[in-house]
């Protein structure tokens, strides 16, 4: 089955710099890759998903970007803010369901 | 549009008892999925419906079980409880399942088997 790895576990950023966040994936028939942002006592929420015929997409202050060929894709959130401190999920869908990577805890310092 | 709402929120529970977790999903929405989210697993597929037919099953014990109702209403049962099922049990919604469809999360429902 599909297998997600995702790198950092933690992340500590100040303000206004960038974070970035790094997942790979092993099953070459996944074709759909959404981002989720957990805070605490909720559920994830999605913040952008890239499918697998674009390279990049962009929101703001948040861009995600896949390379197919080598199996990864990654979170770029620009100019953070203490907002922006949750526990983000990469996850990859194949076959009805969704397999996640096991989450960074991102930490904005003012 | 209203969101995922799932009920309860937080339960308590002993070793040996069951439990239902209930899940409503946005409107529309006719797929319905579970997963286990704990601090050593993360977060695990536990199986999918739609159309209150199970599509998909993740890899859990026989104790894990649900169903979907005709108004796309889900439930999970857990039945003889363990103290490893403590976690959080999120549902997510999607118009039909299909894999680049986009899954909202409902809050959860926190239990805690002691």
């Known amino acids: 089955g599909e297998n997600v790895e995702q790198h950092p576990s933690t992340l500590s950023v100040q303000e206004g710099d960038s974070a970035v966040i790094k997942c790979t994936y092993s099953d070459s028939a996944s074709n759909y890759f959404p981002w989720y942002k957990q805070e605490l006592g909720k559920g994830p929420q999605l913040i952008i998903d890239i499918r697998s015929n674009v390279g990049e997409k962009k929101d703001q202050r948040i861009a995600v970007t896949l390379n197919k060929t080598a199996k990864h894709f990654s979170l770029h959130i620009t100019e953070t803010q203490p907002e922006d401190s949750a526990v983000y999920f990469c996850?990859?869908?194949?076959?009805?369901?969704?397999?996640f990577g096991g989450g960074t805890r991102v930490l904005v310092k003012p | 549009k209203a969101g995922v709402t799932q009920t309860p929120r937080y339960l308590i529970k002993t070793r040996g008892q069951q439990v239902t977790l209930s899940c409503s999903p946005i409107?529309?929405?006719?797929?319905v999925s579970w997963y286990q989210q704990t601090p050593g697993q993360g977060l695990q597929f536990l199986f999918e419906?739609?159309?209150?037919?199970?599509?998909n099953k993740g890899n859990f014990p026989g104790r894990f079980s649900g169903r979907q109702f005709s108004n796309s209403r889900s439930e999970m049962n857990v039945s003889t409880l363990e103290l490893g099922d403590s976690a959080l049990y999120l549902c997510a919604s999607s118009l039909t399942g299909g894999q680049q469809e986009t899954q909202y999360f409902g809050p959860g429902t926190r239990l805690l088997v002691l």
């Open positions: 409107s529309g929405h006719r797929s």
């Open positions: 419906y739609f159309s209150e037919t199970q599509r």
């Open positions: 996850a990859a869908a194949g076959s009805n369901k969704l397999t």
